[in-house]
Structure formats: C-alpha cells, structure tokens
C-alpha cells in the first residue's frame, strides 16, 4: 500500500493542526493504520494506532488527550487531529499502516514536517 501524508505546517504553541494521509494500492479497510514521528536529533518514536475497523485506538502517553486519530475507509485516508501542540511536537510525522496491529509497521509514508513555536 501506498501512503501519502500532507497537512504538516507551522504553528505557534497551543494550536492545532490535522495531518491526513491518503492510502493507495490495496484495500484500506485491511490494515490497521497508525502515525509516528521523528524529532529533529531523536530517534523516531510511535505516535498512535487505529485498528482496522476504528473501533480500538491507542496512544502514546506524550499525545495521549491531545492528539485523535480517526479514519474514512471510505475515503481510504486516516486523520491526526493535534491539539494543544508544544514546541516538543516538532517532528517529522509518519504515516503507517501495520497487516498485524501490535506489530511494526509494514508500511511507510513520507513524512510531513510539523514545526510548533513557542
């Protein structure tokens, strides 16, 4: 499968942004599909995962009851809704989509830069 991320950006601290990422090549509704993400001099870290029927999401304790992911199997794309966002956010996210939830990854997408200022 395909993955295509987009809607990185600038952002001042305390506002959000919404990632999408579209999903190409095989049937979306297969995988389960989740986010990560790589600061700038870190290692690259899980952000969050989605089952493949959305009804199971799990988060990370840095994003947990800020951030929601959300899909649209109809519309073959996944969503990170980032709220409340601190300088700490700066990264490079990942979209992901797993064959096996609770394994890694099977695919990557690009990455789309986000950048929160203080």
């Known amino acids: 499968v395909q993955l295509q991320a987009s809607g990185g950006g600038s952002v001042q601290a305390g506002g959000s942004l919404r990632l999408s990422c579209a999903a190409s090549g095989r049937t979306f509704s297969d995988f389960a599909m989740g986010w990560y993400r790589q600061a700038p001099g870190k290692e690259r870290e899980w952000v969050t995962t989605?089952?493949?029927?959305?009804?199971?999401?799990y988060y990370a304790d840095s994003v947990k009851g800020r951030f929601t992911i959300s899909r649209g199997n109809a519309e073959n794309t996944v969503y990170l809704q980032m709220n409340s966002l601190k300088p700490e956010d700066t990264a490079v996210y990942y979209c992901?989509?797993?064959?096996?939830?609770?394994?890694?990854?099977?695919?990557w997408g690009q990455g789309t830069l986000v950048t929160v200022s203080s």
């Open positions: 992901v989509a797993y064959e096996r939830i609770g394994q890694m990854p099977d695919f």
């Open positions: 989605m089952s493949w029927s959305g009804s199971h999401t």
